[in-house]
């Protein structure tokens, strides 16, 4: 099964339980966060990838963290300390779904890319500093 498949499963899981643990029906949870029945469905079985958006509805909807759906969606990385820019990136309302994660993306390649050219010395203390 590809990576984000598995994370997709992942992320319907997560809401599957909170939405149980908060003894939320699914119609509920649905008519909240603004979706259908059958989308958010889709989404506790990993079928479909909910955008950005979807998911800070239904994580306000849950009484949750969306930044916890984001990185169970891997919309955010998982060391839960998501940077200033992808944050900022995230809430921008001019901006569509599509377009804040190719920004993300980009952000993440060109810093992993980053720190990989850097020595080690000066990549842990560019890392301290950020």
Known sequence: MPAGMDQ?????RY???????????????????????????????????PSAKIL?????????????LYVRAGILDEDGDPTDLEVGILRDSHLT???KQVLIDVY????AEGATALPAGEAADRKEHS
Do not use: C, H
């Open 108 to 111: 993440r390649s060109f810093r």
């Open 56 to 68: 800070k509805d239904i994580a306000k909807a849950l009484r949750i963290s969306a930044e916890t």
């Open 15 to 49: 809401i599957r339980e909170q939405r149980r643990q908060a003894e939320l029906s699914l119609r509920k949870l649905a008519s909240q966060a603004g979706v259908s029945n059958p989308y958010l469905s889709q989404i506790e079985r990993g079928l479909r990838q």
């Open 97 to 99: 779904e599509r377009q």
């Open 8 to 12: 997709l499963g992942d992320v319907g």
